[in-house]
Structure formats: structure tokens, C-alpha cells
């Protein structure tokens, strides 16, 4: 990685349709169902240790006797769908958007700094990198619209990244009532956590071209 990733990129979703000519349904589907067990495994972990922190979901009269209810943030699920639903055929989806530009800018950032730690040999060249933010954009995407249209009604919701920055708690509201969770909504204690940390702005670059992605050189 990263000079043999595009050999590897069918793991991104496990299509058999994207993966190399030397690789088989059979191993793409060996792949899909390895990955799911670790999966599994490492969400019965942080399952396991929020609900030793009482982090458990709320049952009678408010009390957290249920298991914790997952929220996870990983742009590479967008890809998966078809698999998370396979694994968890009541899951929820929320899909968070921003400027194509600022997605941009803030990949070659994140590739900038943090994919250096991935290179075991020669690292790879700027058009390399480039190419594969670019292609791992287009590639999620696709995937995204072709399986949104067949999530049933209220399991999706879409919001800006600009509402969740700009107005917090209404976007958040938003949220828990498209995905029918509005008897569950933000405590008031959240609402307060979500008030004070209104300055943080999260780990990310805006305002598309006009911001340095780092000390290489990015078309």
C-alpha cells in the first residue's frame, strides 16, 4: 500500500464486478465474510465497553437497562451499504454531504499526514495519491445513489455538513425525526453538551480550493 491498492480496491465494497481478473467470486465473497466477523467482533467490543461506562440505551422510566445503540462515522460504509444491511436489516442511515471541493481539499489533507503511516516500502508518487482520492470520491458515490433508492422510508436521512456546523441542535432534531427516533430525541443534558462544543468545528478543512492541503503539490 499504496503502489498495489487499486489490486485491493474491490474490498472497499466486495464486488466481485471491481475486482482484479486473478481474483475469484469465491475469494471476493471469503473476503466480504472475514471482514464481517471482525466487524461483528469489534462492535460486540465497544458494545460490551459502553455499556460497562452506562452508556446503555434507555428502557422503563428512563433507566439504561437496553444494550447501547451503535453510532458509527466511517465515509468508507458508504460503500456498504448492501453489506451493513445484510448484517443489520434494521440499521439507519445518515448520510452527511459537503462541497465536492472541500471533500477534496480535506482527503489531501488527511493523505498528507496521516497516509504516510500506511507506507511499509517506497511511498507511492503525488499523481498516485491524487488519483486515488479522486477515483475513492466518484467510486463512493456511485455506490451510495445506486443503493439509497432501495432503503425503505426511514432508515435515510441527507444533511449538509454546513446545517450540522451552523445550527447543531435543530439539524440534530431533524435527524432523530426523519429516522422516527423523535422519543429517544437529545436529552437536555445533551443538548447542553452540544451548546458548549458549538466553537469546535471538527477535524476538517472548508472552503474548498482556497485552503493549503499540505506540503505536497495537489492538482
Given at each position: 500500500?499504496?503502489?498495489?491498492?487499486?489490486?485491493?480496491?474491490?474490498?472497499?465494497?466486495?464486488?466481485?464486478?471491481?475486482?482484479?481478473?486473478?481474483?475469484?467470486?469465491?475469494?471476493?465473497?471469503?473476503?466480504?465474510?472475514?471482514?464481517?466477523?471482525?466487524?461483528?467482533?469489534?462492535?460486540?467490543?465497544?458494545?460490551?465497553?459502553?455499556?460497562?461506562?452506562?452508556?446503555?440505551?434507555?428502557?422503563?422510566?428512563?433507566?439504561?437497562?437496553?444494550?447501547?445503540?451503535?453510532?458509527?462515522?466511517?465515509?468508507?460504509?458508504?460503500?456498504?451499504?448492501?453489506?451493513?444491511?445484510?448484517?443489520?436489516?434494521?440499521a439507519q442511515f445518515i448520510y452527511i454531504h459537503r462541497d465536492p471541493?472541500?471533500?477534496?481539499?480535506?482527503?489531501?489533507?488527511?493523505?498528507?499526514?496521516?497516509?504516510?503511516?500506511?507506507?511499509?516500502?517506497?511511498?507511492?508518487?503525488?499523481?498516485?495519491?491524487?488519483?486515488?482520492?479522486?477515483?475513492?470520491?466518484?467510486?463512493?458515490?456511485?455506490?451510495?445513489?445506486?443503493?439509497?433508492?432501495?432503503?425503505?422510508?426511514?432508515?435515510?436521512?441527507?444533511?449538509?455538513?454546513?446545517?450540522?456546523?451552523?445550527?447543531?441542535?435543530?439539524?440534530?432534531?431533524?435527524?432523530?425525526?426523519?429516522?422516527?427516533?423523535?422519543?429517544?430525541?437529545?436529552?437536555?443534558?445533551?443538548?447542553?453538551?452540544?451548546?458548549?462544543?458549538?466553537?469546535?468545528?471538527?477535524?476538517?478543512?472548508?472552503?474548498?480550493?482556497?485552503?493549503?492541503?499540505?506540503?505536497?503539490?495537489?492538482?
Amino acid at each position: 500500500f499504496m503502489r498495489s491498492e487499486p489490486q485491493l480496491r474491490y474490498l472497499i465494497s466486495f464486488d466481485s464486478a471491481a475486482a482484479p481478473p486473478s481474483v475469484t467470486d469465491a475469494q471476493v465473497t471469503a473476503a466480504r465474510h472475514a471482514w464481517s466477523d471482525a466487524f461483528l467482533y469489534y462492535l460486540r467490543k465497544l458494545t460490551l465497553r459502553a455499556a460497562r461506562q452506562g452508556k446503555g440505551g434507555r428502557g422503563v422510566g428512563g433507566c439504561s437497562d437496553m444494550p447501547p445503540r451503535l453510532l458509527l462515522k466511517s465515509p468508507i460504509h458508504t460503500a456498504r451499504i448492501p453489506v451493513l444491511r445484510q448484517l443489520f436489516p434494521e440499521a439507519q442511515f445518515i448520510y452527511i454531504h459537503r462541497d465536492p471541493l472541500e471533500v477534496f481539499a480535506s482527503s489531501c489533507h488527511m493523505a498528507d499526514t496521516a497516509y504516510w503511516h500506511t507506507y511499509l516500502c517506497a511511498p507511492p508518487s503525488d499523481a498516485q495519491v491524487t488519483e486515488f482520492v479522486l477515483w475513492q470520491y466518484e467510486y463512493l458515490w456511485e455506490h451510495y445513489e445506486a443503493a439509497r433508492v432501495t432503503l425503505p422510508p426511514g432508515t435515510l436521512t441527507e444533511v449538509p455538513f454546513r446545517h450540522l456546523v451552523e445550527e447543531p441542535l435543530a439539524t440534530l432534531r431533524r435527524v432523530y425525526a426523519d429516522l422516527g427516533l423523535v422519543s429517544d430525541a437529545p436529552s437536555s443534558a445533551q443538548e447542553e453538551s452540544v451548546r458548549h462544543d458549538e466553537g469546535a468545528r471538527g477535524n476538517h478543512l472548508g472552503g474548498g480550493a482556497s485552503h493549503d492541503v499540505g506540503a505536497r503539490e495537489y492538482p
